[in-house]
């Protein structure tokens, strides 16, 4: 065991699962976040570490007082945190701004944004006040916080909003030993990235199918952000498909 202790949203599925397992297997102690309690339970087999490892937590992140409650958990429990990958997020399918419903931009808002705000909050909030004091936020933006693809409103402006909210948390978190950094994920294989193998939108108006990389190069970049000690931070990192159409995109 490291003795560190890691908080890891959507660890239910795709990146949060891959990265949640890595942890663990490293010898983190990891909170796991998600709405399906089963399937919390599942990432925890996979990674073949004891149960007394791991805080399984059933939270809907857009809620406060679930995420205040979270957090006591996590204080009770292991008395710390060390790392936090505020990774949970959605999408929708791509629709024009115009015919984007206030619900399906809400929904966006309240995970991406609100959500990873809450989640943010609460770990700087307790990492503010432990002995030894710091800690590090990690930041799940997205190619999107650069670009953004054709018909996606409410995701691309929740993924740049991540970039302001990372800054400010950088800046914020100075005086606490509070380092903050974002990775920008490109195209790596997930339920969320499946349908890029038979055409996804792209500038020009066409479908094409899009390169993925293994999820697993993400679990292990994340790691290399977390354990870094204080004193350092990875302030932006972007990972990709190499040969996705990021670079001249559109």
Same mark, same amino acid.
């Given at each position: 065991?490291? *003795? ?11 990146? *949060? ?5 890595? /942890? ?9 976040? +998600?709405?399906? =309690?089963? =399937?919390?339970? $599942? ?31 996590? =204080? ?38 609100? *959500? ?14 432990? !002995? ?8 799940? %933006? ?11 409103? #409410?995701?691309? #402006? ?9 800054? !400010?948390? !950088?800046?914020?978190?100075?005086? /606490? ?11 790596? #294989? ?8 038979? %055409?996804?939108?792209?500038?020009? +108006?066409?479908? $094409?199918? =899009? ?20 004193? #350092?931070?990875?302030? /932006? ?8 159409? /990021?670079?001249?995109?559109?």
């Amino acid at each position: 065991m490291t *003795g560190k202790v890691a908080l890891i949203t959507g660890a239910s599925s795709g990146i *949060g699962r891959a990265t949640a397992v890595t /942890f663990l297997k490293a010898g983190y102690r990891v909170v796991l976040v +998600g709405r399906r =309690e089963a =399937e919390l339970a $599942a990432t925890l087999a996979m990674s073949g570490a004891p149960a007394e490892a791991a805080l399984l937590s059933p939270t809907d992140v857009t809620d406060p007082a679930a995420v205040d409650a979270l957090f006591a958990a996590i =204080e009770s429990r292991f008395g710390r945190l060390d790392v936090v990958f505020n990774n949970a997020g959605v999408a929708i399918l791509s629709t024009l701004v115009g015919d984007t419903t206030w619900e399906q931009w809400k929904k966006v808002v309240d995970v991406n944004l609100n *959500g990873a705000f809450l989640v943010a909050r609460g770990a700087f909030n307790l990492m503010r006040r432990q !002995s030894p004091q710091g800690g590090r936020i990690i930041n799940n %933006g997205s190619i999107s916080a650069h670009v953004p693809r054709p018909g996606s409103v #409410a995701y691309t #402006a929740t993924k740049h909003a991540i970039t302001g909210l990372t800054r !400010s948390i !950088s800046l914020d978190g100075r005086p /606490f030993s509070i380092a903050c950094g974002q990775i920008d994920i490109g195209n790596a #294989a997930s339920d969320m990235t499946a349908a890029m193998q038979k %055409g996804v939108p792209q500038a020009n +108006g066409t479908l $094409a199918p =899009e390169p993925t990389m293994h999820v697993q190069n993400v679990a292990d970049a994340v790691l290399h952000m977390a354990a870094l000690p204080l004193e #350092a931070n990875i302030q /932006f990192m972007t990972i990709m498909a190499t040969n996705m159409p /990021f670079i001249g995109r559109g």
